[in-house]
Every structure is written in structure tokens, then in C-alpha cells.
């Protein structure tokens, strides 16, 4: 970032406008920049604080709202902002979303046509609500009677696709028996945003961009028993017309041959019985045995007794090994103050209740966050109370 930019950031005046807006004030020309603005923005709130990390990024914390919409990254001078910015020839900033909790990394399912990723999606969304999000894809290709536009695709048309292609808002796109097919930065957001593991089902030349790209995530491939019984399905869920099922079967055979190479995939199923499959891929996913991890962690919650004063209860939450919960969901007050050591962020919540004045002291971990630029990995962060204090009144 160095000296010679000063981003502010907040509301723009623009009534019509209710995100926090961006601004860079160049020092060398003496002039305001509007910025080319990627990823899904904050929402104003009645004030933020904001601490510069690494020369790279700026962490705004929103005061008086709860930690699930409370921590942002704008993204100044990342990898991804060097990229689109070089891309457009002007200022670009991103947001990404700092998601609490364990989030883990999106799924990516891919196969032939009627290998069956869909069905197995729908069992895994349908048992495990609360953990998976389904990426929603944009596609060219006309909707079946039994899709809802939002829900199944983005159904769009090619010319509207392709300018969205060429602004950068597709983490990846293929054509795909003869129609485009993407998944746009914002639809793999939304889902990570809420903490949920984002499930992916991406043809093979997808997967292939997807694992180029700086998207961590889990390659599955599905395979058919055999090429009959591929054939026997498609035709079965009679969706396709004569000549679109010999396309996906002529597009079959090279993703078979692609998907189970060497090097792609992580993981291949072979989807011969449904319910065997299915549990074979819970077990991948670490689902199998009823132990289901939950998106947020839980823990003891240990004040150390000896604390008495503010400076020392930040020392211990520092250096102990004590173990320290992480709230499911705590709300920051408008009145809070940030300060940075290390990778540990300490926001002190101040209370200012007449009678009981004093303060909650929480840390976010930064440890954990990787990648960050929109639609690429924001894992999940570690959120914890370290304590309360009471101000004690003066004497
Ligand atoms: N193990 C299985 N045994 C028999 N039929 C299956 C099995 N798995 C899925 N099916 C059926 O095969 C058909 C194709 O499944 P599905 O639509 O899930 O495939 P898909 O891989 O998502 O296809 P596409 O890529 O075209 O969206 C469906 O009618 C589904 O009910
Ligand atoms: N590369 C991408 N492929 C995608 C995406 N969404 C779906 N698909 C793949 O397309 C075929 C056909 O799907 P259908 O719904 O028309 O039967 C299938 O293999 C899907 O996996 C995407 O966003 N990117």
C-alpha cells in the first residue's frame, strides 16, 4: 500500500447506496480515485473501525453488529487486486467476507452426464442442510420444466454471460454440449458467507480452471458403472432430446478418459448403486459416522483467575494454552477499540451500562484465513472470547 495512497472508507453520500463505499485519495496527484469494486460489499452500519494488515489488505470490523456480518477484508494490493487491476488499467479494490467458524473447503463434483452428481447433491443438501451450500451456476442452455431460475441455474442468455465473463466475475466457464456454462465469484460468496462448505457440480474442463486457480478446494469424480448404463439413465431421466443424449454421450467418453486420469481428480466414485455411493462419499466428506462437524467450534471457556486488570488478561490470552470458546454469535458494540499483535486481532467491547460499566474482551485469529480475494478461499476464522472485566469505580 505504502504512503502514497489513503483509502477511505465509509459512506459515499450517495442516499441510493446503502454499502460502504470506497475511496482512494492519491497523494502523488493530489486526486480522488473511484475504485473498480470486486466482490459482494458490507452493508453500512452506524461505524467500523478498520486496521491495515500486511500492506496488503484493510480488516473492517462493523461496530454495532454481530459476528457473522461484522469482519470484512478489503483487498488493496493482493494478488487478485494486482491481477484485475493490471486487467483494467484502474484502481480496483475487492471485499471478501471474513467468515467465523470452521468453514471447510468447497467440494467440486464432476462426471459425464447422468452419472448422477445432481442426485447425489440433492441427498447430500437434503441431509446435511445446515452444511452445504449448492454453488448456483449461470448456463446459456434452456430450463427444464422441473428448474426454477436462482435455484437450479442463473439462466442467462450468451451475450449478457459473456460481458459478465469479460468483467471478471466468472471464477470459472466452458462450453458445455453446446452451451456456456460458469460459476460466478458471487455465487460461490454467497454460499461461504453464510459459513457453509459450498458444493460445486462443474463439468471436467471446470474442474480443470477450478484447480488452476487459487480455489482450494476437494476434486470428486463420479464415474458410471458402465458406458450402457450411462446411456440407460440419461435416457431414462428423459430430459434431453435424441440429439442432445448422443452429444452428452459422444462428450462422455472424453470425460471419462480426462476424469480418471491421474492428476485432476482427488477422489473417484463409481455411482453403481446410489446408496453405496452416497455413503462413500459422506465418508470422503468425513460424514459417515454420525460425528458430523458442526460449522462453529465449541470449547471450554476458561477465565484465568489470576487476571485483575485489562493489560494482564491480554498478556494471558497471548501467551497461555488455555482454551477459550468461540461464541456462536456475539454482537461488537458501535463503542469498541482494535489494536493488532502478531496475527491476533483484540477488539475490547466497552460496555457503557451505568451501573455495570466495563468490557468484553474478544480475538480473531488471523492466522487461519487463507487466499481471501472473492470467490477464492476465506477460510473460516477463529473468533473467541478471551474474557470480561468490570471497571472498577475510582476511589
Ligand atoms: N446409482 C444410480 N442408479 C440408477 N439411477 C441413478 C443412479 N444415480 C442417479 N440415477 C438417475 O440417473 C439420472 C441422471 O441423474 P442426475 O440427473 O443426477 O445426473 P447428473 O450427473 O447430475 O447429470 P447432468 O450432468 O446432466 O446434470 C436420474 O434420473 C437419476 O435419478
Ligand atoms: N464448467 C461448468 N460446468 C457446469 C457448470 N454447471 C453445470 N455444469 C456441467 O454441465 C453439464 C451439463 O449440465 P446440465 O444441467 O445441462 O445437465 C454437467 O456436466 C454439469 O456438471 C458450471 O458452472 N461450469
Known amino acids: 500500500?505504502?504512503?502514497?495512497?489513503?483509502?477511505?472508507?465509509?459512506?459515499?453520500?450517495?442516499?441510493?447506496?446503502s454499502s460502504?463505499?470506497?475511496?482512494?485519495?492519491?497523494?502523488?496527484?493530489?486526486?480522488?480515485?473511484?475504485?473498480?469494486?470486486?466482490?459482494?460489499?458490507?452493508?453500512?452500519?452506524?461505524?467500523?473501525?478498520a486496521i491495515v494488515l500486511d500492506e496488503d489488505r484493510i480488516l473492517v470490523i462493523k461496530g454495532n453488529s454481530t459476528s457473522d456480518d461484522c469482519f470484512w477484508f478489503l483487498e488493496?494490493?493482493?494478488?487478485?487486486?494486482?491481477?484485475?487491476?493490471?486487467?483494467?488499467?484502474?484502481?480496483?479494490?475487492?471485499?471478501?467476507?471474513?467468515?467465523?467458524?470452521?468453514?471447510?473447503?468447497?467440494?467440486?463434483?464432476?462426471?459425464?452426464?447422468?452419472?448422477?452428481?445432481?442426485t447425489l447433491i440433492a441427498k447430500l443438501m437434503e441431509d446435511f442442510p445446515t452444511m452445504f451450500g449448492f454453488s448456483v451456476s449461470h448456463t446459456t442452455r434452456a430450463s427444464r420444466s422441473n428448474e426454477q431460475n436462482g435455484v437450479h441455474y442463473h439462466f442467462t442468455e450468451r451475450d449478457a454471460m459473456k460481458k459478465d465473463i469479460q468483467d471478471g466475475k466468472f471464477l470459472e466457464f466452458a462450453a458445455v454440449h453446446g452451451n456456456l456454462y460458469g460459476t460466478s465469484v458471487e455465487s460461490v460468496e454467497v454460499v461461504t458467507d453464510q459459513g457453509k462448505r459450498c458444493i460445486l457440480d462443474i463439468d471436467v474442463q471446470g474442474a480443470r480452471l477450478v484447480r488452476a486457480s487459487s480455489l482450494e478446494a476437494i476434486f470428486i469424480f463420479i464415474c458410471p458403472p458402465s458406458f450402457e448404463e450411462l446411456e440407460k439413465r440419461l435416457r431414462a431421466r428423459g430430459t434431453e432430446t435424441e440429439e442432445?443424449?448422443?452429444?452428452?454421450?459422444?462428450?462422455?467418453?472424453?470425460?471419462?478418459?480426462?476424469?480418471?486420469?491421474?492428476?485432476?481428480f482427488d477422489h473417484t466414485l463409481i455411482n453403481?448403486?446410489?446408496?453405496?455411493?452416497?455413503?462413500?462419499?459422506?465418508?470422503?466428506?468425513?460424514?459417515?459416522?454420525?460425528?458430523?462437524?458442526?460449522?462453529?467450534?465449541?470449547?471450554?471457556?476458561?477465565?484465568?483467575?489470576?487476571?485483575?486488570?485489562?493489560?494482564?488478561?491480554?498478556?494471558?490470552?497471548?501467551?497461555?494454552?488455555?482454551?477459550?470458546?468461540?461464541?456462536?454469535?456475539?454482537?461488537?458494540?458501535?463503542?469498541?477499540?482494535?489494536?493488532?499483535?502478531?496475527?491476533?486481532?483484540?477488539?475490547?467491547?466497552?460496555?457503557?451500562?451505568?451501573?455495570k460499566p466495563g468490557s468484553?474482551?474478544?480475538?480473531?485469529?488471523?492466522?487461519?484465513?487463507?487466499?481471501?480475494?472473492?470467490?477464492?478461499?476465506r477460510r473460516g476464522l477463529n473468533f473467541y472470547a478471551a474474557g470480561t472485566n468490570g471497571f472498577k469505580a475510582a476511589s
Not at 286 to 308: C, H, Q
Request: some cysteine; overall charge positive.
Open 1 to 17: 500500500m505504502g504512503c502514497n495512497r489513503t483509502f477511505v472508507i465509509g459512506a459515499m453520500g450517495n442516499g441510493s447506496d
Open 20 to 49: 460502504i463505499g470506497v475511496r482512494i485519495f492519491e497523494k502523488s496527484t493530489s486526486e480522488w480515485v473511484i475504485p473498480t469494486v470486486f466482490g459482494m460489499r458490507p452493508m453500512l452500519s452506524k461505524g467500523h473501525s
Open 76 to 118: 488493496v494490493n493482493t494478488a487478485f487486486v494486482r491481477e484485475q487491476r493490471a486487467r483494467l488499467g484502474s484502481e480496483v479494490v475487492a471485499w471478501s467476507k471474513g467468515v467465523v467458524g470452521e468453514a471447510q473447503i468447497p467440494v467440486v463434483i464432476s462426471g459425464p452426464s447422468g452419472v448422477g452428481k445432481g
Open 244 to 264: 442432445q443424449i448422443q452429444k452428452r454421450l459422444r462428450n462422455a467418453k472424453a470425460e471419462i478418459d480426462q476424469g480418471t486420469s491421474p492428476g485432476l
Open 272 to 355: 453403481d448403486d446410489l446408496e453405496t455411493c452416497y455413503e462413500n462419499l459422506k465418508k470422503l466428506l468425513g460424514l459417515s459416522d454420525g460425528s458430523a462437524k458442526a460449522t462453529n467450534i465449541s470449547g471450554e471457556f476458561i477465565i484465568p483467575s489470576t487476571t485483575r486488570c485489562l493489560c494482564n488478561l491480554l498478556l494471558v490470552i497471548l501467551n497461555s494454552e488455555a482454551r477459550f470458546s468461540a461464541p456462536e454469535t456475539v454482537h461488537v458494540p458501535l463503542e469498541h477499540t482494535v489494536s493488532k499483535i502478531n496475527q491476533k486481532i483484540l477488539i475490547n467491547c466497552i460496555t457503557s451500562h451505568q451501573e
Open 360 to 377: 468484553s474482551m474478544f480475538v480473531l485469529d488471523l492466522s487461519s484465513i487463507k487466499g481471501g480475494a472473492p470467490g477464492r478461499t
